[in-house]
């Protein structure tokens, strides 16, 4: 066989009328126990393909098919593949509007290629998160960050708009999506599908307790200025059972559970949000409804956590 930088030389050979295959290398196929049978990782990186052992059960290596899910779930679906895997995904028989939902999703991650044929329509995830440089990630945030100020400042001068601020919100989304990818990665280092479980679930839980902390600086906020409100107590209550759920859901994570709790989330935020800004609203009865909807906010993510971790690894 012959030899060349430090490897061998091997011809490309057919299998069957359309399949090429090369052979592995005895030695390194010996090394590593290898099996007919056993998965391995394929990474294209440019002109070259790396070859990898599977290590356990890697939730994140096989494609996954849906079917019967709306444009809505989709766009949250591809949130959940893209940080949580797995890299493949094929929607079977798409609802109208899946694919335009998809491609425009795909549009504030990097690495995402959206596709449709005969089958369905086609997600994948070509970021490779064992090489992502996390201080390159930084930076790139540490960059949106500096620009989304001085975007700020030009719409208060009048010299932005909605269209200025949209593009540099997809240029943080993007780079917010890549450290997330990045973070449960390495949180989750030859996984298994317990591991990614209590993984995500702890995660799930900082946000969580995140929640928690901003009630408590609402209320810390109401003592110290001495705001009484009956209308927002009231509607506190209904909060608080939703907190709750929400709680249970992070613990327990259901799929249904999680519709129904983004569903109850979204509306909640939206009404506290219209409140805070409502000029019938006191000043400062409208910074703490400003901070209960970060909070809310807060469980919307915890939430979406729980969704995944239900939705990829079957814990419903």
Not at 38 to 55: A, L, T
Not at 81 to 94: F, H, N
Not at 184 to 207: C, D, G, H, K, Y
Not at 285 to 293: N, R, T
């Amino acid at each position: 066989m012959a030899r060349t930088l430090g490897g061998e030389v091997r011809r490309v050979q057919r299998l069957g009328s359309s399949s090429l295959v090369v052979t592995l290398p005895k030695s390194w196929v010996k090394a590593l126990n290898l099996k007919p049978g056993d998965p391995v990782y394929v990474v294209v990186e440019g002109r070259s393909v790396r070859v990898m052992p599977v290590e356990g059960e890697h939730v994140g290596s096989a494609a996954l098919r849906l079917q019967g899910v709306s444009a809505e779930e989709a766009r949250r679906f591809l949130w959940c593949a893209y940080v949580i895997g797995p890299e493949e995904v094929l929607v079977e028989s798409p609802s109208e509007g899946v694919y335009e939902a998809l491609r425009e999703a795909a549009l504030n991650l990097v690495g995402v290629e959206v596709s449709k044929d005969e089958d369905g329509v086609r997600i994948s995830v070509l970021v490779d998160p064992s090489r992502l440089d996390p201080k390159s990630s930084i930076r790139a945030i540490a960059g949106d960050l500096e620009e989304i100020v001085k975007g700020l400042m030009r719409v208060l001068r009048g010299e932005a708009g909605l269209e200025d601020v949209a593009t540099l919100k997809r240029s943080l989304s993007r780079s917010l999506a890549l450290v997330e990818r990045g973070l449960l990665a390495s949180l989750s280092l030859q996984p298994s599908r317990e591991s990614m479980i209590l993984v995500n679930t702890l995660v799930a839980a900082n946000f969580l307790g995140l929640a928690a902390s901003t009630f408590a600086e609402a209320a810390e906020r109401a003592a110290e200025r001495g705001v009484k409100n009956d209308e927002i107590a009231g509607e506190l209550e209904s909060l608080a059972r939703i907190a709750m759920e929400a709680a249970l859901n992070v613990a327990q994570p259901s799929l249904k559970r999680s519709r129904d709790l983004l569903e109850a989330l979204g509306k909640a935020r939206s009404s506290v949000f219209e409140k805070a800004f409502s000029s019938d609203t006191p000043k400062e009865a409208s910074l703490i409804l400003a901070i209960i909807g970060e909070a809310l906010k807060h469980l919307q993510v915890a939430t979406t956590i729980s969704y995944c971790t239900a939705r990829i690894l079957g814990n419903t």
